[in-house]
């Protein structure tokens, strides 16, 4: 039966605009058993014969990258099917049936190229359309801005997406502008060849200077719409958090994180499970005055902080990849936010001239 590529059972989506989703995971769009009688034919040819509104030229661009695979193997598109072969598509984003619409949705643009844009997320902004969020999305904001590329005016799902931030985490996102880039950008998140740095702002003093946050992570057996560590593996998937101090500021430090892996929350859930939730994280209950002292005076300051920044402080900074044309490696940065700068800024006066033992 033809089947679009993308007409495949959807997954949760969480309220939060984050989904139960690893950013190195494979996802199956389309599998067939061929036939006894089948001829042999080239593997793009046959899919393209067998796949709803799917261009050749897509489906020679997952070969390209490795995503076209038969009975378990990546093949290029020139292979030749033969009977009882198991051709599967497989991407790293799962199908989703959607309606976009475009949104005019301002957006930082940091660098922009004819083969992948790069953005400064803002806090708040929703990456994909999905469950509690149609409207409002990164996505939404990319089909607006970009009228003129193809791959945006598709209706795809997640066009050009390769990788997420949550809801109220801001940052350095990449997207692709068409379907190469897409499934080449795609290929180097599975790989884990990417480079990702994040900095946050976390409850109390850390004992060490820097260290490395080891556990597996998986859904929170008490709260599904939660994620938690199994240090012992016995549920969820491995992942790895490396972190350094930047700076001490009493009940509060400023921490840099580096990602080896890309669970879902993961730098949130890693940092609760060393003891040190993210400042004003109210999933994982960085939301409490967790550290200092009982007077009222300082919970009115803690209170006052939380307006300032009234988000869980956690920003990607850099993100490092390479190029899916040129081939060059690149790295892209950006400012810490305003909101979380005044955050910082005013636990710096509160810790001016103050004994913290």
């Not at 049936?97 to 997320?121: F, G, Q, S």
């Not at 990417?194 to 859904?219: C, F, N, Q």
């Amino acid at each position: 039966m033809a089947i679009s590529i993308d007409n495949l059972e959807q997954d949760e989506l969480f309220p939060d605009g984050t989904d139960d989703l690893d950013q190195e995971e494979l996802f199956e769009h389309y599998k067939v058993v061929v036939d006894k009688g089948q001829e042999l034919l080239r593997v793009d040819k046959f899919l393209q014969n067998r796949l709803f509104k799917t261009s050749r030229t897509r489906i020679q661009a997952a070969a390209e990258t490795g995503n076209i695979h038969a009975n378990g193997k990546a093949v290029k598109s020139n292979y030749k099917v033969k009977p009882g072969d198991t051709i599967a598509i497989v991407f790293a984003q799962p199908p989703r049936e959607i309606e976009l619409k475009p949104e005019n949705i301002p957006l930082n643009i940091v660098y922009e190229d004819a083969d992948v844009i790069v953005i400064n997320k803002q806090a708040g902004l929703v990456v994909h359309p999905g469950y509690g969020n149609y409207t409002g999305t990164l996505v939404n904001a990319l089909m607006y801005h970009f009228q003129h590329v193809p791959i945006y005016q598709q209706k795809e799902p997640r066009p050009g997406l390769v990788h997420r931030l949550d809801k109220n985490t801001s940052g350095i996102m990449v997207m692709a502008k068409n379907e190469y880039a897409m499934a080449h950008l795609a290929r180097q998140f599975f790989e884990r060849t990417t480079e990702r740095t994040y900095v946050a702002l976390v409850w109390g003093d850390l004992k060490e200077d820097a260290g490395t946050i080891t556990g597996h992570i998986g859904r929170d057996i008490r709260d599904r719409k939660l994620f938690a560590v199994y240090p012992d593996g016995s549920q969820g998937k491995h992942a790895v958090t490396h972190y350094r101090v930047l700076e001490r500021l009493g009940y509060v430090n400023l921490i840099e994180c580096k990602l080896e892996t890309g669970r879902t929350h993961q730098i949130r859930v890693h940092l609760k499970y060393l003891g040190h939730p993210l400042f004003n994280d109210d999933t994982y209950g960085g939301d409490q005055v967790l550290r200092g002292i009982a007077s009222g005076t300082y919970k009115q300051f803690v209170s006052n902080s939380f307006d300032l920044l009234p988000r869980h402080a956690l920003h990607a900074k850099s993100l490092g990849f390479k190029h899916p044309v040129s081939g060059e490696f690149m790295r892209l940065d950006s400012e810490i936010p305003d909101d979380m700068q005044a955050g910082i800024a005013h636990w710096k006066k509160y810790l001016g001239g103050r004994s913290l033992d």
